[in-house]
């Protein structure tokens, strides 16, 4: 199975917006949990957000407001990235989880990663 592959990162202003895709390159008919993941230099990796195979979105507290992930045919999540800071220049990451149904499932898979950086 392949890798999620994400695209969209770049330099964007603060206060700007940018929008990030990831292809899930999951099975055919398939629907899976997809989320997105940052990662700043010297800090650890987390959670910025993600949709449910059942269509539950989660956010961090630092992006609510803010981000807006959606999906499109089950296989390309975006996050719609509004109001950047400074704080959110890291590289993000997709991480595809799970599988519904039942025989869609297989190991989580992580994508290559795009890189976001937020300039004055």
């Known amino acids: 199975q392949l890798k999620p592959v994400e695209s969209g990162g770049g330099s964007v202003q603060a206060g700007g917006s940018l929008r990030l895709s990831c292809v899930a390159n999951?099975?055919?008919?398939?629907?899976?949990?997809l989320n997105w993941f940052r990662q700043a230099p010297g800090k650890e990796r987390e959670f910025v957000s993600g949709?449910?195979?059942?269509?539950?979105k989660n956010y961090a507290d630092s992006v609510k407001g803010r981000f807006t992930v959606s999906l499109d045919n089950a296989n390309t999540v975006y996050l719609q990235m509004d109001n950047v800071r400074s704080e959110d220049t890291a590289m993000y990451f997709c991480?595809?989880?799970?599988?519904?149904?039942?025989?869609?499932?297989?190991?989580?898979?992580w994508g290559q990663g795009t890189q976001v950086t937020v300039f004055s």
């Open positions: 991480y595809r989880i799970g599988g519904s149904p039942d025989r869609c499932r297989r190991p989580a898979s």
């Open positions: 949709i449910r195979s059942d269509g539950t």
């Open positions: 999951g099975d055919t008919g398939c629907r899976y949990d």
